[in-house]
């Protein structure tokens, strides 16, 4: 039974730093890629981050510069780095994983993701 858990959400300030986690079992995890993507309050689920199963990353340009998506094969982990956090950014954080070509090229669709985790939720206060 593959499990996506995420983890690492909370309530920071403007400016604040804050760095997500997520954790992948039941799969061979280097063989997927993985994204994020994040749902504010009466907002469609957009695109946040991706990786490739060989590394590649891609951003939102609303992240681009300030979050980081990273990897850790060995722990089945992915993270997602988050920096110089905007009131904008409050969503609830969804971790994601993608198999065949949108592992290989990567995917900001959600339809390109197969397996999802619960989300987190991460609150910028102005």
């Known amino acids: 039974q593959v499990q996506v858990v995420e983890s690492g959400g909370g309530l920071v300030q403007t400016g604040d730093s804050l760095t997500l986690s997520c954790a992948a079992s039941?799969?061979?995890?280097?063989?997927?890629?993985m994204g994020w993507f994040r749902q504010a309050p009466g907002k469609e689920r957009e695109f946040v981050a991706g990786?490739?199963?060989?590394?590649?990353?891609y951003y939102a340009e609303s992240v681009k510069g300030r979050f980081t998506i990273s990897r850790d094969n060995a722990k089945s982990t992915v993270y997602l780095q988050m920096n110089s956090l905007k009131p904008e950014d409050t969503a609830v954080y969804y971790c994601?994983?993608?198999?065949?070509?949108?592992?290989?090229?990567?995917?900001?669709?959600?339809?390109?993701?197969?397996?999802w985790g619960q989300g987190t939720q991460v609150t910028v206060s102005s």
């Open positions: 039941g799969l061979t995890f280097s063989i997927y890629g």
């Open positions: 990786i490739t199963r060989k590394r590649s990353t």
């Open positions: 994601a994983a993608s198999f065949g070509s949108s592992a290989d090229y990567g995917g900001r669709s959600r339809n390109d993701y197969v397996y």
